[in-house]
């Protein structure tokens, strides 16, 4: 009878550590994703949508669903979410945790033209034109060219304005596919790219959607860390 229970309580403990082991792997997964991206339980998640290309007020779909994907992010980890347009949205992000997609170019959106000027210093994005070159993205010594459609990149950068107390996250894409096609690579792989980082307090990536005709936005992959050059006031060079 001793050795039953004995046995049973032996059985009970082992449950219970287990129990107890799987819900503290649960908490610190959930902690890592909430620190990469920058978000905190019960706190807000700001979410800045641009407009499509010289059309002020008109989202895309794929930005929409961009927004959406960040929005869900957000909801499972716990954060209320807001929305604003970067046509009329000025100020600190503040104690919120501020989401901003979509490139500066067509005046697209403006508050992402700057937050590169005032803190990524070394990425530039080349205008629209007829050069080779039209909507790269130069980031230091490295251009990523757009290949409408084929090979597009995107800016995905975190740091934390001097007036907040809570980070920016960037999306700042060559397309509306490129910030979707961002948003979905992250949520997916965001513990592989935390590895790759030496901090995920502030960093900024290239991430390259490829053959867009075949996959749309699902073919995206990690490029490089950019980090040390875009936060350097250096800019520009030759085609990576």
């Known amino acids: 009878m001793v050795n039953v229970l004995v046995g049973l309580a032996t059985s009970l403990i082992g449950g219970a550590f287990v129990?107890?082991?799987?819900?503290?792997?649960?908490?610190?997964?959930?902690?890592?994703k909430a620190d990469f991206f920058g978000l905190v339980p019960g706190e807000t998640c700001l979410v800045v949508m641009g407009n499509k290309h010289n059309v002020k007020g008109v989202a895309t779909h794929k930005e929409i669903r961009a927004m959406i994907e960040v929005a869900t992010l957000a909801s499972q980890l716990g954060c209320d979410v807001v929305t604003e347009s970067s046509d009329d949205f000025r100020g600190s992000?503040?104690?919120?945790?501020?989401?901003?997609?979509?490139?500066?170019?067509?005046?697209?959106?403006?508050?992402?033209?700057?937050?590169?000027?005032?803190?990524?210093?070394?990425?530039?994005?080349?205008?629209?034109?007829?050069?080779?070159?039209?909507?790269?993205?130069?980031?230091g010594e490295h251009r990523y060219l757009f290949e409408h459609d084929h090979v597009e990149h995107t800016v995905v950068a975190k740091f934390m304005p001097p007036e907040a107390t809570r980070p920016v996250v960037l999306i700042c894409g060559q397309s509306s596919l490129a910030n979707q096609a961002a948003v979905h690579y992250l949520k997916r792989n965001y513990r592989e790219i935390a590895d790759r980082l030496t901090s995920v307090e502030r960093f900024c990536i290239m991430i390259k959607v490829s053959d867009i005709g075949t996959y749309g936005f699902q073919r995206a992959s990690f490029a490089r860390d950019v980090t040390r050059e875009a936060f350097a006031p250096e800019a520009g060079g030759p085609p990576a």
């Open 19 to 32: 129990w107890l082991w799987e819900r503290g792997k649960d908490a610190r997964v959930l902690r890592r």
């Open 93 to 139: 992000n503040d104690n919120r945790t501020e989401y901003c997609i979509g490139g500066p170019l067509g005046d697209a959106n403006v508050r992402t033209g700057g937050h590169l000027a005032a803190h990524l210093p070394g990425v530039r994005i080349v205008p629209y034109g007829p050069a080779p070159d039209s909507a790269a993205i130069v980031v």
